[in-house]
């Protein structure tokens, strides 16, 4: 028996170029749909007539709007995934971290749930979203959770005691400040104002004045 992951998988893997731009076409518009709409309330008709596609060339490639959510979801884990990958080589490499390092990452996560991106804003509420979908959010925090709390492991001027329930704490609060942000406030509020004062908050949580012994 096929597992859900198959299932919800792409019916077929384009290997044309004009397949390939017609799939992205009906990914980019159902982001947009989604994030305005409601996942709940989208249709796969709504989706495949925004596109400028027949819903048969729909079906053709996805099984039905769940499929193409799950698409966007991977594009957004491997997006996330990479970005996490190259900040912990930079990072140990450049062989130190300290409160710079700060308001870089919170202006990389403000970009990516931006209203300018709206694949990627689509996954900042787990609202209306399909459990296997909010499964996969929830074991995406703690890849970015438990990649952070190595290297707050790693060095010495970390003031975190405990750092795998401290890094929780910081991905929670971020990840509802910036919600808010987003939802709420992004027309009152500048995002380097925004930025500054989170950096702030999260430096003085996260960084002894001088290394621990």
């Known amino acids: 028996m096929p597992g859900k992951d198959n299932v919800l998988s792409p019916r077929k893997v384009p290997s044309q170029e004009r397949s390939r731009k017609t799939m992205a076409a009906i990914c980019k518009v159902a982001a947009n749909v989604f994030s305005n709409v409601g996942y709940a309330e989208t249709?796969?008709?709504e989706i495949a007539a925004k596109a400028g596609v027949s819903i048969g060339t729909l079906y053709h490639y996805f099984?039905?709007?769940e499929a193409i959510l799950y698409?966007?979801?991977e594009q957004h884990e491997i997006e996330i995934k990479s970005l996490v990958q190259q900040i912990?080589?930079?990072i140990r490499r450049q062989g130190f971290v300290n409160r710079a390092i700060v308001p870089i990452l919170l202006h990389l996560v403000l970009e990516l749930v931006s209203q300018e991106r709206?694949?990627?804003r689509l996954f900042?509420?787990?609202i209306g979203l399909p459990e296997t979908i909010i499964q996969k959010r929830r074991n995406l925090g703690l890849y970015i959770?438990?990649?952070m709390e190595s290297i707050f492991r790693d060095f010495?001027?970390?003031r975190i005691r405990n750092s795998r329930v401290g890094l929780h704490i910081i991905w929670a609060t971020v990840q509802a400040v910036i919600h808010d942000y987003i939802l709420s406030v992004s027309d009152q509020i500048k995002p380097e104002e925004l930025i500054d004062e989170l950096s702030d908050m999260m430096s003085r949580y996260v960084f002894a004045d001088e290394p621990v012994e």
Do not use: C, H, P, Y
């Open 43 to 45: 249709t796969t008709e």
């Open 63 to 65: 099984s039905g709007k």
């Open 71 to 73: 698409a966007l979801w």
């Open 88 to 90: 912990d080589q930079d």
């Open 118 to 120: 709206e694949r990627n």
């Open 124 to 126: 900042v509420s787990q």
């Open 145 to 147: 959770e438990s990649a």
């Open 156 to 158: 010495a001027n970390i």
